[in-house]
Nanobody, 124 residues
Framework: QVQLVESGGGLVEVGDSLRLSCAASGRTFSGYAMGWFRQAPGKEREFVAT????????FYADSVKGRSTITRDDAKRTVYLRMSSLKPEDTAVYFCAATTSVLGAQRAERYAYWGQGIQVTVSS
């Protein structure tokens, strides 16, 4: 079992930056690739970014590419998602998730463990 807890969300303004954190407990963190997903009201959950076990492999959704960075700190058992130039369409509940896939994954069904989610609201 892996328990995941997100933090760092809240209300920000258009153009702001923020950093989401996801702290893991339970099984060995380094044995999991991690991902971030988001779900806006009335929409399906969508992939945002993923990072492999080695942190060398990262992949981003087109909607956030170029203004987002996913990183991990295995010593702190934490994965981060830094987003800049925030837009109203970034408003969503953000979830982190863990998968045994080595390189990470874009599909939600590849992830076995999920956090409870955290709200990010971008105000215009």
């Amino acid at each position: 079992q892996v328990q995941l807890v997100e933090s760092g969300g809240g209300l920000v303004e258009v153009g702001d930056s923020l950093r989401l954190s996801c702290a893991a407990s339970g099984r060995t963190f380094s044995g999991y690739a991690m991902g971030w997903f988001r779900q806006a009201p009335g929409k399906e959950r969508e992939f945002v970014a993923t990072i492999g076990r080695s942190a060398a492999a990262t992949f981003y959704a087109d909607s956030v590419k170029g203004r987002s960075t996913i990183t991990r700190d295995d010593a702190k058992r934490t994965v981060y998602l830094r987003m800049s130039s925030l837009k109203p369409e970034d408003t969503a509940v953000y979830f982190c998730a863990a998968t045994t896939s080595v390189l990470g994954a874009q599909r939600a069904e590849r992830y076995a463990y999920w956090g409870q989610g955290i709200q990010v609201t971008v105000s215009s």
